[in-house]
T-cell receptor, first 114, second 115 residues
Framework: NAGVMQNPRHLVRRRGQEARLRCSPM?????VYWYRQLPEEGLKFMVY????????ESGMPKERFSAEFPKEGPSILRIQQVVRGDSAAYFC????????????FGPGTRLTVT | DQQVKQNSPSLSVQEGRISILNCDYT??????FLWYKKYPAEGPTFLIS?????DKNEDGRFTVFLNKSAKHLSLHIVPSQPGDSAVYFC??????????????FGQGTRLTINP
């Protein structure tokens, strides 16, 4: 998937624990998007970040979810106090810049909350 | 509010024939459309796209058609091959906050190519 890396690929958490999902965009890409896919559904936008800035978080649940893209290191999607309904596949996509349209996706992190 | 719809959850096509996947959208602010292919346990892979100023874009076996007046697009794959069996997602993009180009996805169509 064009060099976007996500880890871990699978994550199991008990209810109430924290989940941290990491995404390293393609080399040279400074725009990161996070999407969530529930079973049998399409992907839903969560948040758009540039380095050190959250640009659009209109798809993020208001509580327990946060995202960051620091100057150094990967983008991180954090889910606090996970619940069963958070079980889903979380995909990260990167974009070269604002004039581009094609987003390139990572392999995803499959979160299972038990 | 489902702004992008793929009304066929599944489609089965004979190898060598044409596969046609359909997608409808409701938001006239969308200005770019993309098709992604997804295998199980993998991320979506970009296939082909089209700008709203065009009505057709072709890349090898893949052609995307856009009918703006009907708010409809379709992906044609010809000839279909067994490796084309996957879930296909239609996605639409429009400039949002500070140019954010978040994609709005359809629910997907599972394409099966039969030998």
């Amino acid at each position: 998937n064009a060099g976007v890396m996500q880890n871990p690929r699978h994550l199991v958490r008990r209810r109430g624990q924290e989940a941290r999902l990491r995404c390293s965009p393609m080399k040279g890409h400074s725009h990161v998007y996070w999407y969530r896919q529930l079973p049998e559904e399409g992907l839903k936008f969560m948040v758009y970040l540039q380095k050190e800035n959250i640009i659009d978080e209109s798809g993020m649940p208001k509580e327990r979810f946060s995202a960051e893209f620091p100057k150094e290191g990967p983008s991180i999607l954090r889910i606090q106090q996970v619940v069963r309904g958070d079980s889903a596949a979380y995909f990260c996509a990167s974009l070269a810049g604002p004039s581009s349209y094609e987003q390139y996706f990572g392999p995803g992190t499959r979160l299972t909350v038990t | 509010d489902q702004q992008v719809k793929q009304n066929s959850p599944s489609l089965s096509v004979q190898e060598g024939r044409i596969s046609i996947l359909n997608c409808d959208y409701t938001n006239s602010m969308f200005d770019y459309f993309l098709w992604y292919k997804k295998y199980p346990a993998e991320g979506p892979t970009f296939l082909i796209s089209i700008s709203s100023i065009k009505d057709k874009n072709e890349d090898g076996r893949f052609t995307v058609f856009l009918n703006k007046s009907a708010k409809h697009l379709s992906l044609h794959i010809v000839p279909s091959q067994p490796g084309d069996s996957a879930v296909y997602f239609c996605a639409a993009s429009g400039r949002g906050i500070q140019g954010a180009q978040k994609l709005v996805f359809g629910q997907g169509t599972r394409l099966t190519i039969n030998p």
